[in-house]
Each structure stands twice: as structure tokens, then as C-alpha cells.
């Protein structure tokens, strides 16, 4: 992980758990994506969003955190439709 990177405080063992976790993660959004349709362009531009920080070398949790709060309160709208 890059020098700087904002990790809430996240001690290393945990820092790099939560890495490896990233592209399971990205894959399970990439894989949903076509169940929901692309009807709702917002909600795939947040879903692009995501992916693209989820899969970033080194990301950053502090802004990964609110990008995931709001995809996932899309989701839930585009889910009930």
C-alpha cells in the first residue's frame, strides 16, 4: 500500500485484509449489474464509480466509504423497481 493512504486508522494486518477483499467485492457489482438493467443511467454511472475506486492501487477507505453509502441506497431503489 502507498505511503499517505487513508485507511481510518486501520491497523496493517487489517489494512491489507480489507484490500484483498476489493476486487471480490468489484466482481460482485460487476456481476449484479446486469440483473438491474441499464435503464437508470445515474445508478450505473455510480456503479462505474465504484468499481473504478474499489479496483484503485492503494484506495482510499474515507472516500471509498460515502461513494459505497450512496451506490447501495441506489441499489436498493433500483432493486425494488
Do not use: W, Y
Not at 493512504?5 to 476486487?23: D, I, K, N, R
Not at 460487476?30 to 445508478?43: I, K, M, Q, S, V
Amino acid at each position: 500500500m502507498r505511503d499517505g493512504l487513508e485507511t481510518g486508522g486501520l491497523p496493517p494486518s487489517a489494512q491489507s485484509a480489507v484490500c484483498e477483499m476489493m476486487e471480490p467485492v468489484a466482481r460482485v457489482i460487476e456481476n449484479t449489474l446486469p440483473a438491474l438493467g441499464g435503464e437508470d443511467t445515474r445508478f450505473v454511472e455510480q456503479a462505474q464509480q465504484v468499481l473504478v475506486a474499489l479496483r484503485a492501487p492503494g484506495p482510499d477507505f474515507a472516500a471509498l466509504k460515502p461513494l459505497l453509502v450512496n451506490f447501495a441506497h441506489r441499489l436498493s431503489f433500483t432493486a425494488e423497481d
